[in-house]
């Protein structure tokens, strides 16, 4: 076996990324930046790409349309995120944007649609939801979800997909929940201002329908505005800067990434661990693109760590 063969072998094992990892925590700034750059350009391409297919294309070209139906699939647990989308397409936002004079209808028709008032008693808020519901769904000839779709066990109970419902009542209610006021987010307190809403009264001392619970305000937290904001703020106003040919716009999105504090789930930990420290979005945002397009396709002959691993190697 030849020394190339041996390294891409040592690269490729499932198990082990010490020796990017060593490799990315020890290179210097300018190194490390020009890696991040191209892994990020490739990383907004993608998004920029599923954006418009998954979602612009589907919204019927319309940007408000398109957040809408963005933030019902980013606002749930991941386990939700199918049926939250499932959701978006059924309470129509053209449906949505006709009742935002009214929270309470706003919430018969997002969370009566969802199914999910089936799976629980009932008291005097929820039979009056249930009422509203119906009254709309045949107006608007809305087909209630089947509620199996929605996973409501081992779920935080402040992410739980009632809760979430009812803070995108919240939002959608605003009058500056749009694209014109999205694409003027520059800054972390931008976003989380952006985001920044609570459920109904009724669900302070609420978690679920009917039974009680000790009183606290479900506000959306500045954790989940930041993970609102990296996967729809910044996509949106990339895509939207594309759409109208503004660069500035795609530069400001970029810029907005470095504003916001890093993510941390599986994946940034795993490189944390090889002593790769992320500052920003803008950091970990490179390293979810490493980690999904080169190190789980185990494509490290092509992976611009790699590359550079095997040149310094001189089998290159």
Known sequence: ????????????????????????????????????????????????????????????????????????????????????EKLASTAEYKYIRRHVNSISQLEAL????????????????????????????????????????WQITN????????????????????SDMDIETLIKCRTAADAEK???????SYWTDHFIPKQTAPKVVKRIGSAK??????????????????????????????????ELPPESNFKIKAWQSCGVIAHSAYDTQSLIQLTDEYCEQRKCSECPIGMRILYKAGVL
């Open 110 to 149: 997002i969370i009566g649609t969802s199914g999910l008032l089936d799976e629980y008693c009932n008291d005097e808020y929820t039979l009056d939801l249930k009422r509203e519901y119906e009254y709309l769904s045949r107006k608007y000839g809305i087909s209630k979800m089947d509620s199996s779709i």
């Open 225 to 258: 505005a930041t993970i609102l904001a990296i996967n729809i703020t910044v996509p949106l106003q990339y895509a939207y800067g594309n759409y109208t040919r503004n660069d500035n716009l795609r530069n400001e999105a970029i810029n907005l990434l470095e």
């Open 1 to 84: 076996m030849d020394e190339k063969q041996r390294i891409l072998n040592r690269l490729q094992a499932s198990s082990d990324r010490s020796l990017c990892g060593d490799y990315l925590a020890q290179c210097d700034y300018l190194h490390r930046s020009e890696i991040y750059n191209l892994l990020l350009f490739n990383r907004m391409k993608r998004k920029l790409d599923d954006l418009t297919k998954r979602y612009y294309y589907s919204c019927r070209e319309d940007w408000n349309e398109t957040l809408y139906t963005m933030l019902l699939r980013y606002m749930g647990a991941p386990a939700n995120s199918m049926a939250f």
């Open 194 to 200: 952006f985001f920044t809403a609570q459920a109904s």
């Open 155 to 174: 779920i935080n109970p402040y992410n739980h997909p009632i809760i979430r419902m009812s803070q995108i009542a919240a939002l959608v209610a605003r």
